[in-house]
């Protein structure tokens, strides 16, 4: 079955940075665009970023333009997001999962399975 690792978060000051990765088995990685959303306490999912199949092109919430940078890797079957110029606000659970740029509107119709277990971010001083 599919399955969805995320890793990679932690306690970081503002201005700091993280790199969250996510491990996938259970199907083509390859064949899928892949995305990151977020959820703040007491929030809904928030989408952050996507990438395409291939990875020639590559998607951001204007919240986190020009800070975070998703990339993938095939042959590992692993998704990364490179946090950097932390803020507060950033302090959310980051999940992967599958699809594009093009499911950002739907993220809040998805089952809470569609998604892997989370990797914990918090900015903080």
């Known amino acids: 079955q599919v399955q969805l690792v995320e890793s990679g978060g932690g306690l970081v000051q503002p201005g700091g940075s993280l790199r969250l990765s996510c491990t996938t088995s259970?199907?083509?990685?390859?064949?899928?665009?892949m995305m990151w959303v977020r959820q703040a306490p007491g929030k809904g999912l928030e989408w952050v970023s996507a990438?395409?199949?291939?990875?020639?092109?590559?998607d951001y919430a204007d919240s986190v333009k020009g800070r975070f940078t998703i990339s993938r890797d095939d042959a590992k079957n692993t998704l990364y997001l490179q946090m950097n110029s932390l803020k507060p606000e950033d302090t959310a659970v980051y999940y992967c999962?599958?699809?594009?740029?093009?499911?950002?509107?739907?993220?809040?119709?998805?089952?809470?399975?569609?998604w892997g277990q989370g990797t914990q971010v918090t900015v903080s001083s």
């Open positions: 999962g599958k699809g594009g740029v093009n499911w950002a509107p739907f993220i809040g119709t998805l089952p809470r399975s569609y």
């Open positions: 259970g199907f083509t990685f390859s064949e899928y665009a």
């Open positions: 990438i395409n199949i291939g990875g020639g092109s590559t």
